[in-house]
């Protein structure tokens, strides 16, 4: 489904914040690769254009961005929650 799609889909009420867990072409292929329950993902092409996609829908969005192939897992999920639930 596409990002537009999903947003139309909500309730109006909702307010959307988006999180993109970014990582660099070749290592989130090879990820997939070694991970047998990845499916089609494990395709190049398919994950190119998966990546060209997604890039594009997202782009000049209000969008907190995640580097996973420098940030801990910790670092990540501590990042995220305070995106989308930010103290009051």
């Known amino acids: 489904m596409a990002l537009g799609?999903?947003?139309?889909e909500l309730p109006g009420a909702v307010a959307v914040r988006l999180v993109m867990?970014?990582?660099?072409?070749?290592?989130?292929?090879?990820r997939a690769r070694r991970d047998p329950s990845r499916g089609l993902s494990?395709?190049?092409?398919?994950?190119?254009?998966?990546?060209?996609?997604?890039?594009?829908e997202w782009?000049?969005?209000d969008v907190l961005r995640l580097q996973t192939g420098t940030a801990s897992l910790a670092e990540t999920a501590s990042a995220a929650l305070a995106?989308?639930?930010?103290?009051?």
């Open 42 to 56: 494990r395709d190049r092409h398919f994950l190119s254009f998966h990546y060209d996609e997604f890039t594009a």
């Open 59 to 61: 782009s000049g969005r």
């Open 21 to 30: 867990l970014e990582l660099d072409f070749e290592t989130a292929l090879a």
């Open 5 to 8: 799609e999903f947003e139309d």
């Open 83 to 88: 995106w989308v639930a930010p103290a009051r």
